[in-house]
Antibody, heavy 120, light 108 residues
Framework: QVQLVESGGGVVQPGGSLRLSCAASGFTFTNYGFHWVRQAPGKGLEWLAFIQYDGTTKYYADSGKGRFTISRDNPKRTVYLEMNSLGTDDTAVYCC?????????????WGQGTLVTVSS | EIVMTQSPATLSVSPGEGATLSCRASQSVNKNLAWYQQKPGQAPRLLIYDASARATGIPARFSGTGSGTEFTLTISSLQSEDFAVYYCQQYDNWPPLTFGGGTKVEMK
């Protein structure tokens, strides 16, 4: 079955960096676009970034533009989110989500997420 | 950016009763709207897409209606497993993809 497993979260100081990973299994990875979505503690869902099935198209929310970079390694079936210049308001659970197809813009599978805590 | 507004923020319902959740878009999103259910500690689950199509495995007690700027998710007879937070999300005009703030359906 479809499985998405995030890793790479942890505690980081303000101004620091992290790289999150999302390992996928159970489907044809190269057919689908992927997104990163985050949820701050007790808050709602915030879309962050999208990467097309072949990695050629990427979109970002304003909150991450210039700081976050989405990428994918198709042979490794993994999607990444590189985050720089982190601030305390970046503290959240970060989830990867599989697009329903290549770039339709809604999600039929989500990972459980990885917690990022930005604190000194 | 399209702003999605959900109401009410919290809905108190008894098991077996129906629930109606609303979602409004700041501009037309046609029928490009999805609903998700999220339980504590779990990832969201897709319930409805294209405003009214049920996702695979979703019970018939969940139904979605609307188009343009006004949308509704109806749960016809709440089961214990339906108490959760529900989010709407537009995918008509993106980036960015945008979510509503959520409606918490709690037990009365």
């Amino acid at each position: 079955q479809v499985q998405l497993v995030e890793s790479g979260g942890g505690v980081v100081q303000p101004g620091g960096s992290l790289r999150l990973s999302c390992a996928a299994s159970g489907f044809t990875f190269t057919n689908y676009g992927f997104h990163w979505v985050r949820q701050a503690p007790g808050k709602g869902l915030e879309w962050l970034a999208f990467i097309q099935y072949d990695g050629t198209t990427k979109y970002y929310a304003d909150s991450g533009k210039g700081r976050f970079t989405i990428s994918r390694d198709n042979p490794k079936r993994t999607v990444y989110l590189e985050m720089n210049s982190l601030g305390t308001d970046d503290t959240a659970v970060y989830c990867c989500a599989k697009d329903i197809w290549q770039q339709l813009g809604y999600f039929n599978s989500w990972g459980q997420g990885t917690l990022v805590t930005v604190s000194s | 950016e399209i702003v999605m507004t959900q109401s009410p923020a919290t809905l108190s319902v008894s098991p077996g009763e129906g629930a109606t959740l609303s979602c409004r878009a700041s501009q037309s999103v046609n029928k490009n709207l999805a609903w998700y259910q999220q339980k504590p500690g779990q990832a969201p689950r897709l319930l409805i897409y294209d405003a009214s199509a049920r996702a695979t495995g979703i019970p018939a007690r969940f139904s979605g209606t609307g188009s343009g700027t006004e949308f509704t998710l109806t749960i016809s007879s709440l089961q214990s497993e339906d108490f959760a937070v529900y989010y709407c999300q537009q995918y008509d005009n993106w980036p960015p993809l945008t979510f509503g703030g959520g409606t918490k359906v709690e037990m009365k």
